[in-house]
């Protein structure tokens, strides 16, 4: 293993009126390749503000966050595009899938925006499809699917053009807890068989023991 993500002294502070409100505060963290990172804490305890800033979808206020030992903080908004495209899948509580496609059609839309020869789409979208159970359903639309059925659709889109590392931010919030553990599970999976990085947050006691290690935060610090 080594280490994918590093976060040194991270501050995020967002003005509300005349306020400031300090989301992150002296955040160090280091996150190992081909773990399952579990990001641990109640509702607005900074989770998702740390995860958009390692994701390169946010700027700290302060500190500095590293990439594959690309240091991500001063990067151009064009160059932070170029390595979420060619390096990082996103998975949100939302699901996110878009509504006029099928599950075929979102999951290739992955490779289009991650820039991947057309030549090769087919066997990956059907590749990854196949991997998250899904083979049979890549004709239908999300309103037909239930809901764990469009995370894993989700996940498909995430994971098909092969990233180094990806960023689920509760992805089981909306499930049932057999569904969330599925998920879970199909995570524990990526990381043991595929050899991917995978960071979750969750405030769920119950998805935690599946990780290889767990970050937890409160009030914007690591605890």
């Not at 390169?56 to 500095?64: E, I, N, Q, V």
């Not at 990233?163 to 998920?183: N, Y």
């Amino acid at each position: 293993m080594s280490e994918l993500i590093k976060a040194t002294k991270i501050c995020r502070d967002f003005k509300q009126g005349s306020n400031i409100i300090h989301a992150l505060s002296d955040v160090n963290i280091s996150i190992n390749s081909k773990t399952l990172t579990m990001l641990a804490g109640r509702s607005g305890s900074g989770k998702t503000t740390l995860m958009n800033i390692a994701g390169a979808l946010d700027r700290p206020t302060s500190g500095k966050i590293y990439f594959d030992s690309i240091d991500l903080t001063d990067l151009s908004e064009s160059k932070k595009d170029d390595i979420r495209r060619k390096n990082i899948g996103f998975v949100f509580q939302s699901v996110a899938l878009i509504s006029v496609l099928n599950a075929y059609e979102n999951v290739e839309f992955g490779l289009r925006m991650a820039g991947v020869n057309p030549k090769y789409w087919d066997d990956l979208v059907r590749e990854s499809l196949k991997f998250v159970g899904l083979e049979k359903r890549m004709k239908h639309k999300p309103h037909q699917l239930s809901g764990g059925e469009q995370q894993r659709v989700a996940i498909a889109r995430a994971i098909v053009s092969r990233p180094k590392l990806i960023f689920a931010d509760e992805p089981t919030a909306e499930l049932d807890t057999k569904s969330g553990l599925k998920i879970v599970n199909l995570f524990r999976h990526l990381v043991d068989e595929e050899n991917m990085t995978i960071v979750m947050t969750t405030h769920d006691p119950s998805m935690i023991e599946l990780s290889d290690d767990v970050i937890k935060l409160e009030d914007g610090r690591v605890i």
